[in-house]
């Protein structure tokens, strides 16, 4: 079966500062897809990249930007200049290609941003 | 539109009431999902329903009953629940049951067994 592991719990900076969150993934299958996930304390996941298992090219987006290594099962998800906005518990997530989309979550990441 | 909605937004039931948990996306998805999350913790999957049938069950108590009667609509029907079960019930959809696609989530509806 799959398995997300994110170390950190929990991440505090100061506003505009660069921040990495960090995510480790086993899995058996070749085929398989990464997920990050932003939750807010409103509760709701706000679903914010997908990467497959085939795809190792980095991604930006803004000031989110994700970096994918197959040799090392990571799929480290960085912000540059961190806003308080940012402030939220971050999923890293696996499924593998042909499991009824059964997402495993990581622990989660909390990450404070102060001003 | 990208809206997952969940109806009650809180709940409070005692251990003997039955209630149920609605779940609604019209973004003509035809998976649908019902995860449970513990404070601190990471949502688990409790039922995969794919073309209005379930197709996960992830060995959930029967005091949890998940009913789809049309492909927009999910719903979960709680019996006899324990304090234990008091969590937020987050419902999710995706056009298929494939890891191709990500899950849209809803805000969730936070029970609380008394």
């Known amino acids: 079966a799959q398995k997300v592991t994110q170390a950190q719990t929990e991440i505090s900076v100061v506003e505009k500062e660069d921040v990495t969150l960090d995510c480790v993934y086993e899995t058996r299958d070749t085929t398989y897809y990464l997920f990050w996930y932003k939750q807010p304390p409103s509760g709701e996941l706000v679903f914010l990249i997908r990467?497959?298992?085939?795809?190792?090219q980095n991604e930006i987006s803004g000031r989110y930007s994700w970096n994918f290594q197959k040799s090392t099962s990571s799929f480290n998800f960085t912000i540059t200049a961190s806003q308080v906005v940012d402030s939220a518990v971050y999923f890293c997530a696996l499924s593998e290609a042909y499991n009824n989309n059964d997402m495993r979550f990581g622990a989660g990441t909390r990450l404070t941003v102060k001003p | 539109d990208t809206e997952v909605t969940q109806t009650p937004k809180h709940l409070v039931m005692g251990m003997t009431n039955k209630k149920s948990l609605k779940c609604e996306q019209h973004?003509?998805?035809?998976?649908m999902y019902w995860y449970k999350q513990k404070a601190k913790k990471p949502p688990e999957l409790m039922f995969v329903?794919?073309?209005?049938?379930?197709?996960i069950n992830e060995s959930v108590p029967s005091r949890f009953s998940p009913e789809c009667p049309n492909s927009s609509l999910l719903n979960l029907h709680l019996h006899a629940l324990q304090p234990e079960d008091s969590a937020l019930y987050l419902c999710a959809s995706s056009p298929r049951t494939s890891g191709t696609y990500e899950q849209y989530f809803g805000p969730g509806t936070r029970l609380t067994v008394t």
């Open positions: 329903y794919s073309y209005e049938k379930l197709s």
């Open positions: 973004m003509g998805h035809r998976a």
């Open positions: 990467r497959n298992s085939f795809d190792e």
